[in-house]
């Protein structure tokens, strides 16, 4: 159960670099659409002007609906673990460090620094949140 727990927090990690990934070959997309508009306006009107203008905002729009469907992926998965870590955690500081390493990917040293604590105590919060977790995960498998 633990290493479900771990791969769920590690995909949230993921998809936060997928989707700045996402974001740049946006941008690019973006900019090579706008190009191909701004040449293709200034052009004299062929019959295949129009289709590239099309398949460049077709490919643009696609990639974005893609790119949507990823961060609202992302949320979803967020707002479960911070759900199940709330549900599940009831200390604050447990909660707030599993919540700001893998929903906020803050560094274990950032945690330590905005909770006031040391690098160990953080260590050991998130041990001990993780079994708790695990813990609970496992009732649920065998209810």
């Not at 936060?16 to 293709?40: D, G, K, P």
């Not at 019959?47 to 590239?52: G, L, T, V």
């Not at 390493?101 to 001990?128: A, E, P």
């Amino acid at each position: 159960m633990l290493v479900e727990i771990l791969a769920v927090m590690e995909r949230i990690q993921d998809l936060q670099i997928e989707i700045i990934e996402m974001y740049t070959e946006l941008s690019q997309l973006r900019e090579r659409a706008l190009q191909i508009t701004q040449t293709l306006s200034d052009m004299p009107k062929s019959k295949n002007a129009s289709s590239k203008i099309e398949s460049a905002v077709l490919s643009y729009l696609t990639r974005e609906q893609h790119i949507l469907d990823k961060i609202t992926q992302y949320e979803q998965a967020q707002e479960y673990f911070k759900n199940d870590v709330r549900k599940f955690i009831t200390n604050k500081r447990m909660q707030s460090v599993l919540i700001f390493r893998y929903v906020f990917n803050m560094s274990w040293v950032k945690i330590s620094k905005t909770l006031h604590t040391s690098l160990g105590q953080v260590n050991k919060d998130k041990r001990k949140a993780i079994k708790i977790l695990e813990e609970e995960f496992e009732k649920m498998d065998t209810v």
